[in-house]
């Protein structure tokens, strides 16, 4: 048994874990299902990786090119880079409007970069890595929430026909939140209920106070209900 080598797997293999462990911590937090666990596994399988591929070198560095077996250090880890795709992949989902798990994604992939540069024995470029991705994944967060991003929405009104209400409608968006555009309408009408059902399609820049648009429609006579929702991104 060589005890130097079994230590020297042993602190990559755990400092691999605790670097993946860290960057996946803030994953957890923020309610991401690929979260602590995951990147930790993810970091000690990328790790174990480059020490097979390291250790499959060495078992065949008699062999010269002269002979038909070659071998290439860095096989098994391209195609652990490769093979995350698959796994970051499932931690993407897309909505309606947006594409949410990018930067989960993102880390999977980051944390496995980390395993296999911890197992290749780069400690310090690991750890540099791992500092600089937290800075990313923390501070960064609240200032990405300052920027001003655009949003689509459907707001789905329910009226009598009584009276078309669709003018005061457009008067409340255009007073309740100035910049607010409509792109569209569409109309359904219900001829046996006696009810008509729009379908306005918004554009904004930044974040819509809907409580203050939808407490004056439904304070119209004619409006029965109102929902909105996010809409794809044109």
């Known amino acids: 048994m060589n005890w130097s080598l079994l230590s020297t797997y042993l602190i990559k293999l755990s400092l691999s874990a605790f670097l993946g462990g860290i960057i996946g911590f803030e994953r957890e937090s923020h309610g991401q299902?690929?979260?602590f666990r995951t990147n930790l596994?993810?970091?000690i399988g990328a790790c174990l990786m480059m020490l097979l591929s390291l250790a499959i070198a060495d078992l065949y560095n008699q062999y010269t090119v002269n002979t038909i077996i070659r071998?290439?250090?860095a096989r098994i880890a391209s195609y652990a880079i490769a093979s995350m795709g698959f796994l970051g992949a499932g931690a993407?989902?897309?909505g309606k409007g947006s594409v949410r798990g990018l930067t989960t994604a993102a880390s999977l992939w980051l944390v496995t970069g980390i395993g296999l540069s911890v197992g290749a024995g780069i400690y310090l470029p690991a750890v540099l890595t791992t500092i600089i991705s937290l800075i990313v994944l923390y501070p960064l967060r609240f200032f990405r929430?300052?920027?001003t991003r655009e949003q689509y929405t459907i707001l789905t009104i329910k009226a009598a026909t009584i009276e078309d209400p669709l003018n005061k409608i457009k008067e409340i968006l255009a007073c309740c939140k100035p910049g607010l555009q409509i792109k569209f309408i569409n109309y359904y009408y219900d001829k046996s209920n006696d009810?008509?059902?729009y379908k306005i399609?918004?554009?904004?820049k930044d974040n819509v106070d809907w409580k203050r648009i939808v407490e004056p429609i439904l304070?119209?006579?004619q409006i029965k209900a109102i929902s909105w929702e996010e809409a794809d991104v044109p």
Do not use: E, S, W, Y
């Not at 399609?201 to 904004?204: E, F, P, V, Y």
């Open 219 to 221: 304070g119209l006579p």
């Open 145 to 147: 929430q300052n920027i």
């Open 33 to 35: 299902g690929a979260g």
């Open 201 to 204: 399609r918004l554009h904004n």
């Open 71 to 73: 071998h290439d250090p």
């Open 92 to 94: 993407i989902i897309k």
């Open 41 to 43: 596994l993810v970091a």
């Open 195 to 197: 009810f008509i059902i």
